[in-house]
């Protein structure tokens, strides 16, 4: 699973309509929501404010919302562009200034899918790596082996206390 490193905005012009797409991290389906909001508030003008988000280890929580387009037209293809990109932790949003053309229900689902793939092409990706902390206790001794070993191995040793033992996580 990947996540976004930092918040992204693109936009793009389609047939006289303005697409503008906004990729967040997020933690919570309560802060997805604070955020959405967020974005609808600094779009007044907006004829439509489209979103999906997706959380969990292995995107268990999918929300979507087509915001007055026709169903399955926005807030489906928006969610699977995170989903086929693996993408968990994130909140896409598109908001759709109206340009006086209608494009029809594929050409709305080329466009939103494609304000989201563009921003997640231009977005820099983390990888989401399961991790667990352990925590030992050793003597002075072994201390310098281990550390070798979690040194070629790419683990890192946080809070050593060194008294008696050496005790890290």
């Not at 012009?13 to 303005?18: C, D, N």
């Not at 919570?28 to 508030?41: D, I, Q």
């Not at 807030?75 to 990109?85: E, S, Y």
């Not at 050409?107 to 983390?126: D, H, K, N, P």
């Amino acid at each position: 699973m990947f996540s976004i490193f930092e918040e992204i905005s693109t936009e793009q012009e389609i047939k006289k309509s303005r697409f503008k797409c906004r990729l967040t991290r997020i933690s919570s389906t309560e802060e997805a929501l604070e955020k959405l909001a967020k974005v609808v508030a600094e779009n007044p003008k907006a004829t439509h404010t489209c979103w999906a988000f997706v959380l969990g280890d292995a995107q268990e929580v999918q929300r979507y919302s087509d915001d007055g387009e026709p169903s399955g037209t926005a807030g489906v293809p928006i969610l699977d562009v995170l989903k086929k990109m693996e993408l968990t932790g994130v909140l896409a949003t598109v908001t759709r200034y109206f340009g006086g053309v209608k494009l029809g229900s594929g050409g709305l689902i080329r466009a939103y899918a494609g304000s989201v793939s563009e921003a997640v092409r231009q977005a820099r990706l983390t990888e989401k790596v399961r991790q667990q902390e352990i925590r030992l206790t050793l003597d002075y001794q072994q201390f310098d082996s281990l550390q070798n070993l979690l040194s070629a191995r790419e683990l890192t040793v946080f809070e050593p206390q060194f008294t008696e033992k050496v005790t890290l996580s």
